[in-house]
């Protein structure tokens, strides 16, 4: 069964930081691009962040470039987002997704696997 579990979110001040972390099991996710999506409340679902299999090419959202950075784990099956220089605005549901395809993927039909999302709160 495959699983992507996502962790390290919860509440901090504006111009902190958090580290997300997503571990993929059930299939060797090496081969996968990954990415990090969003929810606000009241909104959809947008794209965050996108890194290739081998995390050689990454792109970023216009609103969290420059302020976040994506990365995979040695053993490729985790993907960690680290968000710096926090704004209220960041506060959503942050959710990791897993791509077949190796390549970098932007929009939501692109994903094949998605996990539960944890919360990330940013007071002002």
């Known amino acids: 069964q495959v699983q992507l579990v996502e962790s390290g979110g919860g509440s901090v001040q504006a111009g902190g930081s958090l580290r997300l972390s997503c571990a993929a099991s059930g299939r060797t996710f090496s081969n996968y691009a990954m990415g990090w999506f969003r929810q606000a409340p009241g909104k959809e679902r947008e794209f965050v962040a996108a890194t290739s299999w081998n995390g050689g090419n990454t792109y970023y959202a216009d609103s969290p470039k420059g302020r976040f950075t994506i990365s995979r784990g040695n053993a490729k099956n985790t993907v960690y987002l680290q968000m710096n220089s926090l704004k209220p605005e960041d506060t959503a549901v942050y959710y990791c997704?897993?791509?077949?395809?190796?390549?970098?993927?932007?929009?939501?039909?692109?994903?094949?696997?998605w996990g539960q999302g944890t919360q990330v709160t940013v007071s002002s």
């Open positions: 997704a897993a791509r077949v395809m190796g390549g970098l993927g932007y929009f939501e039909s692109e994903y094949d696997y």
